[in-house]
């Protein structure tokens, strides 16, 4: 952590909120990011990071300068993502490949006609079903274990895995049937 960042995690310390301003603006691109990639959509992930940055300042007395400032806020930031989703329509559902759609809707063709391509791979998670999307951002991007997955969830070791595998093969597929036009 510089020198800079450690005045103002003091500074957040001792409630003073132009240096949570600070730490908000300094973070807030990168977390709101993370949100995206799990909520369902623009709105859900603002919401996501508003309550996570509340957490972030409610608790900053537990973060003890082992590691990270910009770690230990992203998993808060993640846990309530995971809060959030796991609260929507009474909980996540995890799919089975069976009747799944690989194509995107109509509304989402711009996937892959922008010239963003962080754009178009947000939108692209944001299409997969929530417990693909979920274990995926999970295991790939943050860096669990599939115990850690389980627990996290509340579900099996054995179906994080699966999970992990069937959401594999949607992107796959989804990628070969969209690309291909």
């Known amino acids: 952590m510089t020198e800079h960042q450690q005045k103002i995690l003091t500074r957040c310390k001792n409630g003073d909120r132009l240096a949570q301003r600070q730490l908000y603006e300094l973070l807030k691109g990168r977390m709101f990011a993370v949100c995206l990639r799990y909520s369902n959509g623009r709105q859900d992930a603002e919401d996501a990071l508003q309550e996570g940055f509340v957490k972030v300042f409610r608790d900053l007395h537990q973060f003890r300068g082992e590691g990270s400032l910009d770690g230990w806020v992203r998993r808060v930031i993640v846990n309530v993502a995971l809060q ?17 759609e690989f194509r995107l809707g109509e509304e989402d063709t711009s996937v892959f006609d922008t010239d963003d391509t962080t754009v178009g791979l947000v939108k692209l998670m944001q299409s997969m079903p929530a417990g693909f999307r979920t274990v995926l951002n999970l295991y790939v991007l943050e860096d669990y274990s599939h115990q850690q997955i389980a627990d996290e969830l509340g579900i099996s070791v054995g179906t994080s895995k699966s999970q992990l595998n069937r959401a594999k093969a949607y992107l796959k597929n989804l990628l070969e049937k969209n690309l291909a036009g």
């Open 84 to 100: 959030n989703l796991l609260r929507q329509n009474g909980g996540l559902q995890f799919t089975e490949l069976d009747g799944v």
